[in-house]
């Protein structure tokens, strides 16, 4: 009863703002939470449990404290850790955390003529004033410095909730409260903004997103409904913005959506049904595709750890009529079932970790599409994923990869970079060396059928190949670039472990003697192999076109002509099904094929036989001797490209890129565009080879450089037409036109067909 006195003693010294708030918490305050220390709607309370009786500390005008204490308390508001980690049951939120500005002006009671108070601010601080002031007051100094969280407004605070540290004679008083912040999701209490919006990203990056208040969720009015390949999803406002919602949705990312769809597509004609996992769901946008397009050829998960996600994701799945099968542990869980009509139409949503669930299920489809790196989820993905199956990756740490932050690269991956001109196909390959790293320690290879980077992201698509034999070969492909920071020549160190006595002889290019100093770098350890599966591609096309995908079309074929190094001209449009077999990585795979009257499919070294689609006539398991054929080095597209303006001359005009791939062409070169750079050339030409045939066929450019003054063109011809019967192969070496009139060599490069005239001087 002392002890409750004494509450009462102290409670009627406070202002009335701290009685009222006071009054609240009292009656908010169970015996549950009477054992850690609590921050609860602005006041600390210091609860212990002695005979039912509350010990209230209570903060006075004038109360000297020890300095024990406050160094305690001080720890505490640094640290963020004034949580209230006992309480379960939801309370009411604190008066300075609203929705909108007219909600704060409501509990001002604004009327015209008549003061009012600052409902966030003491008396001794803000004193009451007309309507007007106090509508300015509270628009430019508490709502414009709030912190904005899931459509709420955390305002900044002068309340006495919390004290401030003592100033240098050992005092505090009521008017010295700081300002502050309260937590919507665990009630603590941050002084500074930075601060409190460092203290929600933890929140949020834990997985800490429900508040533990009484709130008011989102009217459903508020979403927004998107559509995409004929699937309708619901998405919260900001959903392009990560850092503002829960369920994040890129409409920029439709092109890798679709991308890996038609990967998902050929692996259904190969197998059916296949189960295919969405690990990081979000809005379940991507799922929702692969059912409903899909259908019975795919068992379709979708994950999220995440509350608000797999709500927001059952939710599109009754909207798109589709049943849901609800499983939030590591067991079954229940069935909720939507409006569907069949029962291939089922979508099982979990709520795991995407290692666990990895862990946990077998798959034949992985996707991983995390925020940022995907390398903490690559070993759990290849643990259980079935023989043959497909693992896709997209990362979108560009920055890292791109060698933006070449230290964060080098923590993540393991990799040394620098940015270099093919900067693009260098973040593909440091990625696939990553994968097959994660692969070979799980005793499988990888082929890689698909590689893209582009502007925000870098998409993977590999193969699963069982067994030690095959980790062994991929595990070879990782290797070391040397690259040389001069000319830009490149090539992949030599197989062996024997120290090199000079590195540099093994570049092409003769820099490090022409040059002083060191002139070359090692880059990776990066991917040497093929990026691109010519076979594979080609189906993935054919699906692109069965399904009206026709953003992916143009990047298919472009994909397909780097694959086979040839122009977009030399590109045939048959069916990648016309052939009874379908050769990957050395391994036969089933394709249908329905007008052939039998075919023969080899699935590593076993050959069946099989009468027409569907329809078995017999069935011969011959056992092969080899089991895997090793496809030819020699049908590899070249690594890396060269970026034509990268390798200009100055005061020379190149050809056009096209033109110049012809001119490759006909030299014997393999040659290509490549879908990493708009203006980059993919050629086995070595690059002393690719600066001649660039500089053959450049033209001056007609408005300087020469010794005495400007070459005159005559009328009625044109620049381009210097280079018109080059396709023809007409065109000769060059020659050096002189003028023996008026003893000036004119010094720039002509062909033979182009007919020179100078001005009479």
Same mark, same amino acid.
């Given at each position: 009863m002392a002890a409750e006195e004494a509450a009462e003693a102290s409670l009627a010294q406070l202002s009335p703002e701290g009685r009222q708030l006071r009054r609240e918490d009292d009656h908010e305050e169970t015996p549950e939470d009477?054992?850690?220390t609590a921050a609860l709607n602005g006041v600390v309370v210091s609860g212990k449990m002695k005979n039912n009786n509350l010990d209230v500390k209570v903060t006075e005008p004038g109360l000297e404290t020890e300095e024990k204490g406050m160094e305690e308390e001080s720890a505490r508001e640094s640290d963020s850790s004034i949580l209230d980690v006992s309480s379960d049951y939801p309370r009411e939120k604190h008066i300075?955390?609203?929705?909108?500005?007219?909600?704060?002006?409501?509990?001002?009671?604004l009327k015209e003529d008549e003061k009012k108070p600052c409902p966030l601010c003491p008396e001794e601080k803000f004193r009451a004033c007309y309507s007007h002031k106090l509508h300015r007051h509270l628009q430019n100094l508490h709502w414009k410095v709030s912190v904005e969280f899931e459509g709420y407004r955390m305002c900044i605070c002068h309340l006495p909730c919390r004290p401030v540290k003592p100033n240098v004679a050992g005092d505090q008083t009521s008017s010295k409260m700081g300002a502050h912040y309260h937590c919507i999701i665990c009630s603590a209490t941050i002084t500074r903004r930075t601060d409190m919006i460092g203290h929600i990203n933890r929140h949020v990056n834990k997985g800490e997103t429900e508040s533990r208040f009484i709130t008011v969720p989102a009217p459903k009015s508020s979403r927004e409904v998107v559509k995409e390949s004929a699937t309708d999803v619901q998405v919260l406002p900001n959903y392009s913005t990560p850092q503002k919602t829960d369920s994040y949705f890129n409409p920029k990312m439709k092109l890798n959506r679709q991308l890996i769809f038609c990967a998902l597509a050929v692996l259904a004609e190969e197998r059916k049904p296949i189960e295919c996992l969405d690990a990081f769901g979000a809005?379940?946008?991507? +799922?929702l595709q692969w059912a409903k397009h899909l259908r019975t050829s795919v068992k379709v998960t979708?994950?999220?750890?995440?509350?608000?996600? #797999?709500?927001?994701?059952?939710?599109?799945?009754?909207?798109?009529?589709?049943?849901?099968k609800l499983n939030t542990k590591e067991e079954d869980g229940d069935e909720a079932m939507g409006d569907g009509e069949e029962n291939a139409d089922t979508i099982e949503v979990t709520r795991m970790d995407a290692n666990v669930i990895m862990h946990l299920r077998s798959f034949d489809f992985i996707h991983l599409d995390p925020?940022?790196?995907?390398?903490?989820?690559?070993?759990?993905a290849f643990r259980n994923v079935r023989n043959l199956g497909i693992v896709s990756l997209t990362s979108t740490d560009v920055s890292s990869l791109y060698a933006k932050a070449q230290h964060i690269a080098l923590r993540h991956y393991g990799c040394n970079i620098v940015r270099t001109e093919y900067y693009k196909e260098l973040a593909a390959r440091i990625v696939i060396a990553a994968v097959t790293r994660a692969a070979a320690r799980c005793n499988k290879g990888v082929d890689v059928l698909l590689a893209v980077a582009l502007e925000h992201?870098?998409?993977? #698509?590999?193969? #699963? =190949?069982? +067994?030690?034999?095959?980790?062994?070969d991929s595990a070879k492909k990782i290797r070391y670039l040397i690259h040389c920071q001069w000319c830009e020549e490149r090539i992949f160190q030599k197989e062996g472990n024997m120290v090199e006595e000079n590195p540099y002889q093994q =570049?092409?290019?003769?820099?490090? +003697?022409?040059?002083?100093?060191?002139?070359a770098v090692v880059l990776g350890p990066l991917w040497s192999g093929a990026l691109f599966n010519t076979g594979f591609l080609r189906r993935m096309l054919f699906e692109a076109a069965q399904y009206g995908l026709d953003e992916a079309q143009p990047l298919l074929k472009t994909l397909v002509c780097e694959a086979e190094c040839t122009t977009l001209k030399h590109f045939t449009t048959h069916s990648p099904y016309d052939e009874n077999k379908q050769e990957e990585c050395g391994v036969y795979i089933k394709t249908p094929n329905a007008s052939a009257e039998s075919s023969l499919v080899h699935d590593t070294g076993v050959t069946r036989i099989f009468c027409g689609p569907g329809k078995r006539k017999s069935e011969e398991v011959i056992r092969t001797t080899p089991k895997r054929q090793k496809p030819e080095s020699s049908a590899e597209h070249p690594a890396f490209y060269y970026n034509i303006h990268r390798h200009s001359i100055k005061g020379m005009n190149m050809p056009k890129l096209n033109k110049f791939l012809n001119y490759l062409s006909e030299a014997g070169y393999r040659v290509s565009r490549t879908h990493f750079d708009p203006m980059g050339v993919r050629t086995n030409a070595p690059l002393a080879q690719f600066k001649t045939v660039l500089m053959k066929y450049s033209t001056p450019t007609y408005t300087g450089g020469q010794a005495e003054g400007p070459v005159h063109l005559p009328e009625g011809v044109l620049a381009g037409e210097q280079i018109q019967a080059a396709p023809d192969g007409k065109e000769e070496d060059a020659e050096f036109l002189e003028d023996d009139e008026s003893g000036v060599a004119t010094d720039y490069v002509v062909t033979a067909d182009y007919t020179t005239h100078r001005a009479a001087e």
């Open positions: 009477c054992g850690e300075s955390i609203q929705r909108h500005l007219v909600d704060l002006e409501k509990l001002a009671d809005t379940g946008i991507m +799922g979708i994950n999220d750890c995440n509350e608000n996600s #797999v709500t927001m994701i059952q939710e599109n799945c009754h909207l798109n009529k589709m049943k849901v925020f940022g790196t995907s390398v903490n989820y690559l070993d759990s992201f870098v998409l993977v #698509v590999v193969r #699963v =190949l069982r +067994g030690p034999t095959p980790a062994d =570049l092409p290019c003769d820099c490090h +003697g022409s040059m002083p100093g060191k002139t």
